[in-house]
């Protein structure tokens, strides 16, 4: 096979040109457990001809559910696609009520979910038309996906299997993705195999050249369409893929698999980015004169050689006294790192790439199968502050109200089962991002914020609250923040910050909610709010904030999986915080 035309003509592109013995590797516990190329292919037939043995049909739609990326997943997708279902991934932390939703809309007749925990959420759903669970775990009175692929070693329907193949065609409906919903019910984001497929090809000279060599480590969601179309791009380059254990066990991951690419979101870095400036702290008066000063001078990295000579020899010197140990957070192989899902903020982007650790950001979404544009080492590709110039298959231009609209076989089939939607997410075969932004001279696009985040205060004055949000979280003592405003008379932020830090650095033992409201924890904050309102216009300044007591995170609502902010569930959840603010109750 030379052509991949379909998503499950991966597998064969990848066993004709490189038959990897280590293609996915995930750790069970305390092994390492690998399967080829070969296997991964047999095991996906296999379990393709149990699904068509037990009457499943094409356009059935297949849930699946993991805590984690692992082996099984890809099997499973594979498997599914091949007989001419959809597969509809979901996250093991929607809600009870998100999942029945996705269900019931969907019509899912089957479900694979990962483990015991996700089964008995699943099985107590009350939805119309789920026929049967399968397992990737072995768990009583439900069939293992390995039971399932043993049942398919039939070769009965071997034919109508190739048959069934054979049929399905590369603008055929490959999977339907559902974004996660704040106020509004979520939406099925139908994705073709050419949509996904366009992508992945676009992409594919942004990789480096270790084609059946390379090894990545996989750290996102695979419900999310981010990681799943990189993933399907490392199996076309021929790069082994890992699997984390858990966000806990990723820097011990990295130290055992040394990757050479991959592909995070902005919070990780940050998070990253945190703990080694903590360390620094730490450090005696000489060392730690000498990392503040290799930090100052990687905050004004520009790439190639545009601070001239005399600043490229500091900073050789400061790669090789300094930066050198950032190299070995991540393995000590890391290539080139893969940003994406929200705005990374360019700090971040010239520090890491000043310690040599190669940051590229780009910009997508669901819709667009995700990539638009992209950030690349190659051909003066990179400019920070930026992300990146438009793919070459994709159009992108700006609307008169500063909208950024994309076009290219990228862009989803539509809404399922919305008709009307759809209609209104395009203009004249453009794609209506929500976001906006500008392309500059050398082609280079920039975000500059949300459209429908866009609001006024009560004096008319428009307020960016995206652009605000970024600068508060560059304090290393905010660890989210929400502004808040819109017909108010002037904006305020709600604000859950990094308890660990601040409680180190004023050596307080307190919980977290009389943390919150310290003097000494107050000041600080309020001094962070300070300098971001140095670079603010008048109507802009933060007035007035609050503080959570509680930790923002996945499990509890406050985040989506990719570590993106609720933004409409943190200002429902403390509308009290709210009415504190601009309606405080006279004592």
């Known amino acids: 096979m030379t052509t991949v035309k379909r998503l499950f003509d991966i597998p064969e592109f990848q066993l004709k040109n490189f038959n990897l013995p280590l293609a996915f590797v995930t750790k069970y516990g305390d092994n390492w457990k690998a399967i080829s190329t070969q296997e ?25 559910i993991t805590n984690r990326s692992r082996n099984e997943w890809h099997i499973a997708d594979i498997a599914i696609m091949q007989v001419g279902a959809q597969s509809v991934p979901i996250y093991d ?46 768990i009583s009175n439900c069939l293992s996906i390995d039971q399932a692929i043993n049942q398919g070693k039939d070769k009965n329907n071997t034919a109508l299997l190739a048959h069934t193949k054979s049929s399905i065609k590369s603008k055929d409906l490959a999977t339907i993705i559902y974004t996660s919903g704040t106020t509004d019910k979520p939406k099925g984001v139908m994705l073709s195999h050419q949509n996904i497929l366009s992508n992945v090809t676009a992409c594919l000279d942004i990789l480096p050249k270790i084609e059946g060599e390379g090894k990545t480590l996989s750290l996102l969601p695979v419900s999310h369409i981010f990681e799943r179309m990189m993933l399907y791009l490392y199996q076309y380059k021929g790069l082994s893929i ?51 000063w290799a930090i100052e001078l990687g905050y004004e990295y520009e790439p190639y050689g545009q601070n001239g000579t005399g600043y490229e020899k500091k900073l050789a010197r400061a790669r090789k006294l300094i930066f050198s140990k950032w190299q070995d957070v991540f393995g000590g192989n890391v290539q080139v790192i893969f940003c994406g899902s929200s705005k990374l903020q360019p700090q971040l982007a ?49 609307a008169q109200d500063g909208e950024i609209l994309s076009k290219g076989p990228n862009n989803m089939m539509g809404y399922y089962k919305n008709d009307l939607k759809t209609e209104d997410s395009f203009v004249n075969g453009y794609f209506k991002t929500g976001d906006l932004g500008r392309i500059d001279e050398d082609g280079f696009l920039y975000i500059t914020g949300r459209k429908k985040e866009t609001f006024k205060t009560s004096g008319g004055k428009y307020i960016n609250p995206s652009k605000i949000e970024a600068a ?9 923040a929400v ?46 709010i300070n300098t971001v309102n140095e ?44 009415n504190k603010i601009y309606r405080p109750i006279n004592k």
């Open 40 to 64: 991964y292919i047999n095991k996906a037939n296999k379990l393709s001809r149990y699904l068509l043995s037990i009457g499943v049909k094409k356009n059935d739609k297949i849930a699946i």
């Open 93 to 138: 932390s929607n809600s009870v009520i998100d999942i029945t939703y996705i269900f019931n809309h969907a019509e899912v007749k089957y479900c694979f979910v990962a483990n015991n925990d996700l089964y008995n959420k699943i099985i107590n759903l009350e939805v119309r038309d789920l026929k049967q669970i399968f397992s990737f775990d072995e």
């Open 242 to 292: 890992y699997f984390a254990e858990s966000i806990e066990t990723i820097a011990a991951d990295m130290a055992v698999i040394k990757p050479h690419v991959l592909t995070v979101v902005p919070r990780l870095l940050e998070k990253i980015h945190d703990k080694i400036i903590e360390k620094g702290t730490n450090l005696g008066l000489i060392k730690r004169k000498l990392f503040n």
């Open 350 to 398: 010239r520090i890491f790439n000043a310690a040599g650790i190669p940051v590229m950001d780009g910009y997508g979404l669901t819709e667009t199968s995700p990539v638009i544009s992209v950030n690349t080492l190659h051909e003066n590709g990179m400019r920070i502050g930026t992300i990146g110039k438009p793919l070459n298959n994709v159009d992108v231009k700006i």
């Open 472 to 480: 508060l979280r560059k304090s290393p003592f905010i660890e989210q």
């Open 483 to 528: 502004v808040i405003g819109e017909g108010e008379k002037m904006p305020a932020a709600i604000i859950q910050p990094n308890f660990e830090l601040l409680k180190k650095t004023h050596a307080l033992n307190l919980k977290n909610k009389a943390l919150i409201i310290d003097e000494k924890v107050q000041t600080e904050i309020q001094n962070a």
């Open 535 to 578: 670079n603010l216009g008048q109507w802009e300044k933060i007035k007035l904030f609050e503080l959570t007591e509680d930790q923002w995170s996945v499990e509890n609502g406050h985040l989506t999986p990719t570590l993106k902010v609720k933004k409409d569930i943190i200002k429902a959840k403390y509308y009290f915080l709210y």
